[in-house]
């Protein structure tokens, strides 16, 4: 019954957003897409561009989990040292990808423009492409890590063409939520026992408030769907114990 | 003419972060707030609500960084499981905090929800208390270990209530920002001479795609507020001399 579940951890390498220039959205994206390709986001780590902080990380992350994905830090300025530092923690060379280069020398430009952008084609010696739909320069897989752009939407695309065989997912995770104008605290007891009935089953209550009063949403999330339906059925009979009512999830 | 630098690190405590249910919108507020602090926030870490992870990052971070800020966990039901985390990292009992408990019970309940409400009174011995200016349970400080709620609004309220002193901040940390419609690689080599002479400052570039075109803006980060127009006109000079524009940044 028990089937070997996928790990994984999102790296996000970028200044802009520690300074709080950015709001990061890349998270949420890959958190979504893995459900999908039964592959369960573990952790994710936000650091700055600084050579030996990559290094560090990268290292101890992809001992820790099953897959590793990086965003940022791979464009042509000073600042984008990432695949340099994967290389350094792997301890490979860096080399020109040839078919990166076809992409970047496809477009013309002057001398200067053309020796920064070439950066963007070097790839640790034993990497394997992760491509870009955009038609822009492809990211990289190096072992268990890949490597990819920080810009919400290159990012998507490079992580639409990585399949599920290449991750070796299971089961997709799925979720279902139920809302209800109750506080967490009236429901806290019934739903510890549901946790308790349910060990492979994730049980969140999420408290929300609104001009039109507060309650909290609960969220259950597995891989066995017949399972989902039971709990939801037990945590709507839940909330009317308590004197509410079930319905949607509450934004 | 350095100061010391005063370091930080988010620990986001949510499994629904990290399943995608959830945007986390609390680490680019607490950085836009560290900024006026004088406090670099130099990490952030997205961590599920397991009880040996919670210990084991906060361990690792509060050794690492001067201050460690904590959001989500410290509810009412089975998967808030913060405050008994941070009470095991630094070997401390738990205890009922007074002033916590008397928040609580200023709101009438049912015995059994009051039970529930209760565990948001718990806090490790030696704590002092970080306010909660909505009124509700406050938050803590157990060492160098700031531990906040999650929901959004709460947490706002919480950090504004941490003062400059209480963290030993620094001189503010001011940004600056031009945009223009050249690619990154047109100026990337100017802009590492930029970076090269004003090693104190930080210098980033961020590329944008958008629907009237593509282009960089340039990003600039320190406490030096003459030193930062300084290096504004050099920019403006660089992109002028790329054949650009240079403009207010465009989002």
Redesign the interface.
């Known amino acids: 019954m028990t089937q070997k579940v996928v790990t994984a951890c999102l790296i996000i390498i970028g200044?802009?957003?520690?300074?709080?220039?950015?709001?990061?959205?890349n998270?949420?994206?890959?958190?979504?897409e893995?459900?999908e390709l039964g592959v369960?986001?573990?952790?994710?780590?936000?650091?700055?561009?600084i050579e030996q902080?990559i290094i560090n990380t990268v290292n101890e992350c992809r001992e820790a989990f099953d897959h590793v994905f990086t965003t940022g830090g791979i464009?042509?300025?000073?600042?984008d040292i990432t695949a340099a530092s994967i290389a350094k923690a792997f301890n490979a060379e860096l080399m020109i990808h040839p078919e990166i280069e076809v992409r970047i020398r496809a477009r013309e430009?002057p001398p200067?423009?053309?020796e920064?952008?070439m950066?963007m084609a070097r790839v640790p010696v034993g990497s394997t492409l992760v491509d870009n739909p955009t038609g822009g320069p492809q990211g990289f897989q190096m072992g268990n890590v890949f490597v990819m752009a920080g810009?919400p939407?290159v990012m998507q695309a490079m992580v639409s063409s990585i399949t599920k065989e290449r991750l070796g997912g299971a089961d997709p995770?799925r979720?279902r939520s139920v809302g209800c104008y109750l506080?967490?605290?009236?429901?806290?007891?019934g739903?510890?026992a549901v946790?308790d009935e349910h060990p492979d089953v994730?049980?969140?209550?999420?408290?929300?408030?609104r001009k039109d009063g507060f309650g909290t949403n609960l969220?259950i999330?597995g891989t066995d769907e017949s399972e989902l339906e039971t709990i939801v059925e037990k945590l709507k009979v839940l909330i009317v114990d308590e004197g509410g009512e079930p319905q949607d999830p509450i934004g």
């Open positions: 200044n802009e957003i520690l300074s709080g220039r950015t709001q990061d959205v998270l949420q994206h890959l958190a979504i893995l459900n369960r986001l573990r952790e994710a780590r936000v650091i700055p561009d902080t464009g042509p300025t000073h600042d430009a200067e423009v053309m920064s952008r950066l810009v939407m995770v979720s506080g967490e605290s009236q429901i806290a007891g739903l510890a946790q994730d049980v969140g209550s999420y408290p929300f408030y969220v999330r």
